[in-house]
């Protein structure tokens, strides 16, 4: 019985011949190839996802940014309602800020506290004074303490600077104020009179105390 050759058959070739025809570069161009327009539409979806993958990222940094600027604002109005700023000492209603190493004159020193949303200090009790005394005692200022009250406008008419109310409660040392050469407007906590107050001459440095509102000072809360 004759044996078929496939192999070499006339005109057929060989098989690994008809495979190489079969995965020829015209057949697998003809399976594989792509128009133009294809591959553009595929290069555009690809640039489609990544931009809105892109967005998707920043919109998402964006929203913890400004989450994290929410907690720190709200942790900052939170310390300040907590009490007084740092520094600063808490006496009833008030903070008091007590400035000794940068003397200043009794203008220069209204100006400081005023930047820092206070004012110089207005003494409305013998307990307020009382505690200021005992702050300052002690310490080694140069002349003393300026406080808020001045007869500027109207000679022996003590007035605090700020509320523009006159002195009701003074601590004046023994026969003060005296205005002395007709110049002395402005009162101070007077460091050789043992921190009694005593009327002086504004242009002089010197330390000073700043007051202002304790705002999470509630008082006595009558049930």
Request: charged content about 15%.
């Given at each position: 019985?004759?044996?078929?050759?496939?192999?070499c058959r006339p005109g057929s070739g060989s098989v690994k011949a008809r495979r190489s025809h079969f995965w020829s570069q015209s057949h697998f161009s003809s399976i594989y190839s792509f128009t133009e327009s294809e591959i553009e539409i595929k290069s555009e979806t690809k640039r489609y996802r990544l931009r809105n993958k892109y967005i998707y990222l920043v919109y998402n940094i964006e929203k913890k940014i400004i989450f994290l600027i929410f907690v720190?604002?709200?942790a900052i109005d939170t310390v300040r309602g907590a009490g007084c700023p740092t520094h600063w000492k808490r006496h009833g209603a008030s903070c008091y800020l007590?400035?000794?190493d940068v003397p200043e004159d009794f203008i220069e020193a209204g100006s400081f506290c005023q930047r820092r949303q206070s004012k110089l200090v207005e003494i409305e009790s013998a307990d307020e004074n009382n505690f200021l005394r005992t702050q300052i005692t002690g310490t080694h200022p140069q002349e003393g303490y300026w406080i808020g009250l001045s007869d500027i406008v109207y000679e022996g008419d003590w007035v605090w600077t700020s509320s523009q109310s006159s002195a009701i409660y003074t601590d004046w040392s023994p026969n003060q104020p005296d205005n002395c050469q007709a110049h002395q407007d402005c009162a101070m906590f007077f460091a050789p009179e043992g921190f009694h107050w005593n009327d002086h001459y504004c242009t002089v440095k010197a330390a000073y105390i700043c007051e202002m509102e304790d705002e999470s000072f509630q008082g006595n809360v009558v049930g």
């Open positions: 019985m004759a044996v078929r050759d496939y192999c720190a604002i709200t007590f400035v000794v």
